[in-house]
């Protein structure tokens, strides 16, 4: 079967940086896609990643593997606005999307 | 441009009566598609269109229909609601590029259904 695996709930320090793991099993690979949710808001979209390396948009960093199915996504100089989940998504071989539960990520002062 | 917009943002119903969630996207995108999202699980796709006249079932289409009559609009309807539907239900669309997978979907803020 398809599967997205990310752990359930983070904490980190105002001010530091995170590293959010996602591993995947899936039929195929077209993407990997991470989006951040708010609780009780809708998920926005934060990077896409096809091929094997890192991606920078800002503060976020997204990174890949195809070979080990592994993604991770690096926060740095967290703010509290960044307490939200984190959702994983992988695109299998028939362009559907399979996502992961999603990672809490708490901030503390 | 209001991006995608889903209503009502909450409904409690009882069990067996029926309901409508409405969404509506005014980006011209092809692709549309509605989410059920429960606690300690992965968003799970119920139903989505690739457009105008055409829709497709997803992971859990049961108890659940849909149409799409026009590009903009994309309605789920519960047939006889059951305890079991009770979850927040997410539109979503986005372009389609045949030659990538980066389609980036654009989610409507939700519908938080109540069964009873």
């Known amino acids: 079967g398809q599967n997205i695996d990310q752990p359930t709930e983070m904490t980190a320090t105002e001010g530091a940086i995170v590293q959010i793991n996602c591993t995947y099993q899936?039929?195929?690979?077209?993407?990997l896609f991470w989006y951040q949710q708010h609780a009780g808001e809708a998920p926005t979209f934060l990077s896409y990643?096809?091929l094997d390396g890192l991606e920078e948009k800002g503060r976020f960093s997204s990174f890949l593997s195809r070979s080990k199915g592994y993604s991770y996504l690096l926060l740095k100089e967290l703010q509290m606005k960044d307490s939200a989940s984190y959702l994983c998504?992988?695109?299998?071989?028939?362009?559907?999307?399979?996502w992961g539960a999603g990672t809490k990520l708490i901030i503390k002062p | 441009n209001a991006g995608v917009t889903q209503t009502p943002k909450f409904q409690v119903l009882k069990t067996g009566q029926s309901m409508t969630l409405q969404c509506a996207q005014d980006?011209?995108?092809?692709?549309m598609s509605w989410y059920r999202q429960d606690p300690g699980m992965g968003l799970r796709l119920i139903h989505y269109?690739?457009?105008?006249?055409?829709?497709d079932q997803g992971e859990v289409p049961n108890g659940y229909n849909v149409s799409r009559s026009t590009t903009e609009d994309f309605p789920l309807r519960l047939l006889s609601a059951a305890p079991s539907q009770t979850s927040v239900y997410f539109c979503?669309?986005?372009?389609?590029?045949?030659?990538?997978?980066?389609?980036?979907?654009?989610f409507g803020a939700g519908s938080r259904l109540t069964v009873l």
């Open positions: 979503a669309s986005s372009l389609m590029d045949g030659n990538s997978g980066a389609n980036v979907l654009t």
């Open positions: 980006m011209n995108h092809e692709y």
């Open positions: 899936t039929s195929g690979f077209n993407g």
């Open positions: 269109s690739v457009g105008a006249g055409i829709t």
């Open positions: 990643n096809v």
């Open positions: 998504a992988v695109m299998d071989s028939n362009y559907q999307l399979i």
